[in-house]
């Protein structure tokens, strides 16, 4: 830690008029002096050694880059091979599992697709990197992704974009847009993904695989870099229902860590998978369809796979919740500002219980300082945005929005009462098409386009589960499906129903 150094009365002066404080000469010369008594406990502070989340030391952990050769699909940014233990009935044994690159891995470089923290490596895992190894997996690689975690589209790392494995001609979504390419391609059997507004989600939905985005919650958040801690998910990808419950299983739980979480009910979410299909009831969310970035061949495809659902013994029923239809700009009001605030905070944020990256918050902190103009466009305009929204409303708009988040939680339990999931397309429209040199004005519309079904339940906290449902145009469309807090149990058994009416044998 770098020696504490007393403020002088300039520095004071100049600090406080960020807060509209001006100081007199009096004031300064008295503030300097009492502060210099203040921080005599800091020096103690910085004397002390809090406890640190155990990490099992390895020295032969180790990353390399792979070759384009390797990586046909830019789906990787590392790759590693980091073992648990082998006892034979352990849970993900066997597995192959990957890690989209915002979620630490010690000595394994962490990038979180940004050049900002190209130079950052972590020195602990994650919990869920812990969990995983204790289950038995092998983590085989840090997964490429969106800069900064800021985009649906999938063209925004700055370590190239990654092409959808079902057209290369498009893209394969994003943020977690290297977890969905390496899950479709077989290069992993899971991976470890992030949501904040559809980034699980999104990139199953475009590269046709499975994304669980778990209840607000219930996987702990330690070690990874997030955007909010009102809507920060992480949860897994795979090309199973039945694989995805069982890396949640592996994952769910407090960690004692993370101050998003409070008591956490958990289930044996694979011995709950199976269902009649006759036993499900499915609320077709109406709010969910025809939207203004809707594709009419993708509400067709989702629709006729609903009927099929039907006729394999699901009860379909029309439900509507207007509200629906607000859950983007409530999730827009929430985001913008927090996520300006979580950056003002080091990546990490303030005023919660529980552990904080010291570490991460002294690389991001220096990186952001150094190195902030290469943070991509979608970064600039939130943080510009918010600080604006901040300093000239007072906080007035993300009230409101964290206010009616409560109230579209509500409506969305009212309509969930009467039927196990609501069910809409993921996304409004197929993968977006790949382009050579987008406008800055392009990407910033091309990151945030297919968000109007998905952000909402990261506002609520709602579990929900992509899905695959068919295609339209040769690319693949997503299912939805959404059900109450902490019924993961429920959203996957009837994930797991709805895959099997096409092939009984997943």
């Not at 921080?39 to 155990?54: G, K, Q």
Request: with cysteine; proline share 7%; hydrophobic share 40%.
């Amino acid at each position: 830690m770098r020696d504490l150094r007393t403020p002088t009365p300039d520095e004071l002066e100049r600090y406080a008029a960020v807060h509209h404080v001006e100081l007199s000469d009096d004031e300064r010369e008295d503030l300097a002096a009492a502060a210099a008594g203040l921080l005599d406990s800091y020096e103690r502070l910085a004397a002390l050694s809090p406890s640190e989340p155990t990490t099992p030391t390895d020295p032969d952990r180790a990353g390399t880059v792979p070759d384009d050769d390797e990586n046909p699909y830019n789906a990787f940014v590392r790759r590693c091979s980091i073992s648990g233990p082998a006892n034979g009935d352990s849970l993900l044994e066997g597995y192959d599992v990957g890690l989209k690159d915002s979620v630490s891995l010690a000595g394994i470089g962490l990038t979180c697709g940004s050049a900002v923290l190209s130079e950052y490596v972590p020195s602990t895992d994650a919990t869920v990197a812990t969990r995983l190894l204790e289950a038995g997996a092998t983590i085989t690689g840090k997964l490429n992704m969106e800069d900064m975690a800021f985009s649906g589209s999938g063209e925004l790392s700055a370590y190239g974009p990654v092409p959808n494995p079902r057209d290369p001609d498009h893209l394969a979504g994003g943020s977690s847009s290297g977890s969905a390419a390496a899950v479709v391609t077989g290069d992993v059997d899971v991976a470890i993904g992030t949501d904040q507004a559809g980034s699980i989600r999104i990139p199953a939905a475009w590269c046709g695989c499975v994304g669980h985005k778990p209840t607000y919650g219930l996987v702990p958040y330690t070690g990874i870099v997030g955007l909010g801690r009102s809507f920060d998910h992480a949860g897994p990808l795979a090309r199973s229902v039945e694989d995805c419950a069982r890396a949640l299983e592996a994952i769910a739980g407090a960690d004692g860590l993370d101050p998003r979480q409070g008591a956490v009910p958990t289930e044996p979410y694979v011995e709950g998978l199976e269902a009649d299909p006759g036993d499900l009831t499915i609320g077709v969310l109406e709010e969910g369809f025809d939207r203004e970035e809707s594709e009419p061949g993708v509400d067709e495809t989702v629709s006729d796979a609903l009927d099929e659902f039907a006729d394999a013994g699901a009860e379909l029923r029309e439900v509507s919740v207007p509200m629906h239809r607000d859950g983007l700009a409530i999730w827009n009001g929430i985001a913008i500002e927090e996520t300006t605030a979580t950056i003002r905070g080091e990546g990490i944020g303030s005023f919660g219980n529980g552990y904080y990256d010291a570490e991460l918050m002294a690389a991001f902190g220096r990186a952001r300082r150094e190195r902030a103009d290469e943070f991509p466009p979608t970064v600039k305009l939130v943080v510009a945005l918010g600080e604006y929204l901040a300093e000239e409303y007072h906080g007035r708009f993300y009230a409101r929005a964290r206010n009616l988040a409560l109230d579209l939680a509500a409506a969305y339990d009212e309509a969930l009462a009467d039927v196990d999931v609501l069910a809409m397309p993921t996304t409004p429209q197929t993968a977006h098409e790949r382009l050579e040199d987008p406008s800055r004005l392009q990407v910033l519309e091309r990151a945030v386009n297919m968000l109007e079904n998905t952000a909402p339940f990261d506002a609520t906290g709602h579990p929900a589960l992509s899905v695959p449902a068919g295609s339209s145009d040769g690319l693949p469309v997503g299912l939805m499906l959404v059900g109450e807090a902490f019924e993961d149990a429920t959203v996957l058994r009837a994930g797991r129903a709805f895959e099997r009416r096409v092939d009984p044998t997943v």
